[in-house]
């Protein structure tokens, strides 16, 4: 169990430059997810770190280690693949012997080692089935077993659960998240799914063309996203586009037009006068009946989520995102008349 | 939709047309007259003691056996290298190369026979067996690297890829990953070169000699004088021997298995 550093890695494919300066650092025992649109990179730097691919320049260490010249089999490093890859003519105690066989352990201590792996993923049972007599989801653990017996420095996840369906990967994220933190292994999870990366992750990384475009604790990530791409990347949120006026109660109101009262509590990084970007969650957005018809925004759609009702409303540059209660929503009907606010707090400035 | 009657009525036509001819010289092999008859007349298995008395037509089945035998195994083991080669990635000259071991099957065979013939007078290979060997290989090959070329095309990367993070070395991905995975095609790949090299007239027809003569071959001289039932008698014989060699590997292996339906 290690931590892993990654410095100013670069990747070109032929002429294609994959990974353009990808830095981070983890710490031992972290729980990072990767998350970025379809061909940003994600995969290209999980094999940069298995050492599938050979990053052009930069470099990577392994709880200290420089592992860039190493080939995949010295690096010592777990791997589970979105389709596991389990060796189909190989039960699932065999597969899970494999990394111990090429380790050469003593026959008595693989065995004992491969019955806990086993157990540890609870399938203790199934041990001598082989892969296609397993479901997905029992697959997947035959997998995890796999990579982690051979208490990998760090466990590298590429869309591990994506092959699962909605309700078996909520089950996996919990349970693959409980034993990542009970190992104490550090690991680093590919995914396209927001609500993963959020569920799962101490960290996360966004990636967008081979950069880095923002990386923090998901609270961070989810309220207040550095740029209005990862904005929109997340979708938590509104990002709201204005002028700026004169601070009064300690925050500088934003002027997004007629009907909507938005203020910054944070400031200082921004000019005195001018254009201003900032973020705001959906949550954070409250919604209030309007006075007098043809004042406030008008209600434009509604959409039940479950827990919560999103309610969008047309303002001068858009379309408003709110979640509410449904209780609340019923007074929000579409073509009903909304003034819209926030606490300023919530109103996070971006970099455009 | 096509109605049902017709699609069974067209598969009966079918296997009629494809089996008609098995029948026939089974069927011939049996009769009392002097050449084939279909339906026989009356019943004898004197063709079958007079078979037995060719000591010629015995030895060539063996000389075949060997051949297909040796053919097989060479062809099996180079074209599965071969293929395993063709499978890699940063190959410079791959299309070339893959080009030239297929071309055994582009080339009319009477071209490669002539040229085979040429070359291993050249080499002054001394025994037609040998010879006989070499040219069977060549032309096998190509059934060998097509078919577990194709299954090494479809086998999923990921897992030489698992077993690499796992700590597995190069011979241990192969021989313990790689050719599980593939063994199926390859059980299939030595079904195609044994019978290829079993049936084999062309390129033989250049290459056989005093020492050896192989069954086709045999056969094909034999009927150039006769065409009697003694020779139908040999090619039930042989619809025998190909039949017992299936249903052998299908008790051993499962056909199944074999041609991929199972994982
Ligand atoms: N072997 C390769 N040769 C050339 N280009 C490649 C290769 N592998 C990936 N790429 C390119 O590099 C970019 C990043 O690919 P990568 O697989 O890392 O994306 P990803 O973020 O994992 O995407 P996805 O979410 O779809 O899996 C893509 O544009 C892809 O086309
Ligand atoms: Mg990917």
Redesign the interface.
Known sequence: MSSLDIEDVHLWYGQFHALRGVSLSIGQGDFLALLGPSGCGKTSLLRSVAGFVHPQKGSIRVGGQDVVRLKPRERNLGMVFQHYALFPHMSAAENVAFGLKCRNVEKAEAEERVARALDMVGLSHLADRKPRQLSGGQQQRVALARALVIEPNVLLLDEPLGALDKKLRVQMQSELKQLQRKLGVTAVFVTHDQEEAMAMADEILIMRDGVIEQIGRPKEIFTAPRTSWAAEFVGSGNVLKGRLGPAADGARPIDLGPGCAFALAEWANLPADGEATAFVQAEAVKLAPANGSGQGLEVVSQRYLGVYVEVQAQYRDGVLRALVSPEEAEAFGVGSRVTATAAPTCVRPMEG | MIPRISLSLWTTLTLIFLLGPLVIIVGGSFTEAPHVTFPPEGFTLKWYAQLMEREDFLESFIDSMVLAVAATAAATILGTIAALALARENFKGREAFRAFLMSPLILPTVVTGVALFQFIRLLEIPSNMLGLIIGHTLITLPYVIRTVGAALVGL?K??A?????????PA?ILF??VM??IAPAILVSVIFAFIVSFDQVTISIFLTGPDVMTLPIRIYTYIEFAIDPMIAAVSTLLILFAYLLVVGLERAFGLDKVFGKK?
């Open positions: 999923d990921s897992l890829e698992a077993a690499e993070v796992l700590g597995a070395k241990r313990q990953v599980p995975a994982g």
